[in-house]
């Protein structure tokens, strides 16, 4: 699953996880992604997620997935800040992707 409210940056990200070979079920509202997760959490295998742009605080969103669902998470973000790095990985992301996300 990719959760991000930019479209352009979705858009990107689907069409190279597709060109990976990869499924990808697409929302750029973090709420609506939690209600699929949450009925749906055994169909998915990774969430990748933006740090911004998202209807929800981003890092409510990884504790809820991390500790709701354990489902793994990678953050996307622009922001080369150490800081916020840390707080994605203390919050549950497993890794961060820097954007724009090139293959």
Same mark, same amino acid.
């Given at each position: ?13 689907? /069409?190279?996880? $597709? ?12 709420? =609506?992604?939690?209600?699929?997760? $949450? @009925? ?8 990748? /997620? /933006? ?16 500790? =709701? ?24 992301? @497993? ?6 996300? @090139?293959?």
């Amino acid at each position: 699953m990719a959760i991000d409210g930019n479209l352009v940056s979705l858009s990107v990200l689907i /069409a190279m996880l $597709r060109k990976c070979m990869y499924g990808v079920s697409t929302y750029a509202k973090a709420t =609506e992604a939690l209600q699929v997760l $949450r @009925r749906y959490k055994y169909d998915f295998d990774i969430v990748v /997620a /933006a740090m911004v742009g998202i209807d929800m605080d981003s890092l409510d969103l990884l504790k809820i997935i991390d500790s =709701e669902l354990g489902i793994p998470v990678i953050v996307a973000s622009a922001s080369g800040d150490q800081q916020v790095i840390t707080k994605a990985i203390f919050h549950g992301a @497993r890794d961060i992707l820097k954007k724009p996300v @090139r293959i």
